[in-house]
């Protein structure tokens, strides 16, 4: 069985650009969750998808937005890139909300 | 929100030697995990226990709801062992958001 993937492997951007994160969960799993871990911070909650609905985010503002698709797959949006977005941004699924989350291999994003 | 802690933050092991690594949450829950994070970032699921005791191969994990700790052991490590081990936890309620601890970096020399 395939687990979660995430593309691209890596995203180089420069500040005040957007960047499309793209995450497909493992076949089944209707609940998408994305994290962000930058150095110093720790991973972090940033959104949770689920049947196609935003049902929770993190501390995050609002130029951090995304989707998920009618197949479950999701993809993450951060507009007007600051140098502090860059950072590896993790893509989970679970087959019900909440217990056992599955996660990628990760996006490192790279803000110039 | 619930924190959570882990300890302790590094630890230096012979290969052979066992370790626990402990997890400490402020609050209930219904979801805890322990992930391994490779070098390349990603996290691997190693146990989902919100209670109870797991093993699998040379790891085992117990966790105590009641006291709000977590505990996991590695025994007989091996070099492959070498990362930074998470603990997340959901809190009741809202189990869908994993909290994490800052981790703890394992280090397995030959």
């Known amino acids: 069985e395939a687990g979660v993937t995430q593309s691209p492997t890596h995203l180089i951007k420069t500040r005040g650009q957007q960047a499309t994160l793209r995450c497909s969960p493992i076949?089944?799993?209707?609940?998408v969750y994305w994290y962000q871990q930058a150095l110093g911070l720790g991973l972090q909650f940033l959104l949770w998808?689920?049947?196609?609905?935003?049902?929770n985010r993190g501390n995050f503002p609002p130029r951090f937005s995304g989707r998920q698709f009618p197949n479950y797959s999701s993809e993450l949006n951060v507009n007007a890139l600051e140098l502090e977005d860059s950072a590896l941004y993790l893509c989970?699924?679970?087959?019900?909300?909440?217990?056992?989350?599955?996660f990628g291999p990760g996006t490192r994003l790279t803000v110039t | 929100g619930i924190q959570v802690e882990q300890s302790p933050p590094d630890l230096i092991l012979q290969e052979g030697a066992n370790s626990t690594l402990r997890c400490n949450f402020s609050d209930s829950v219904n979801n805890l995990q322990w992930f391994h994070q490779n070098p390349w970032g990603q996290l691997i699921n190693l146990f989902y226990?919100?209670?109870g005791t797991k093993q699998n191969g040379r790891l085992s994990a117990t966790t105590v709801a009641t006291e709000r700790y977590s505990l996991l052991y590695i025994s007989s490590s091996q070099t492959t062992d070498s990362g930074v081990y998470f603990c997340a936890v959901g809190a009741q309620g809202g189990s869908e958001k994993l909290v994490f601890g800052k981790g703890m970096k394992l280090t397995v020399n030959p």
């Open positions: 998808y689920d049947e196609g609905e935003e049902r």
């Open positions: 226990i919100p209670s």
């Open positions: 989970a699924s679970s087959l019900a909300p909440g217990p056992g989350q599955y």
């Open positions: 076949s089944g799993h209707t609940s």
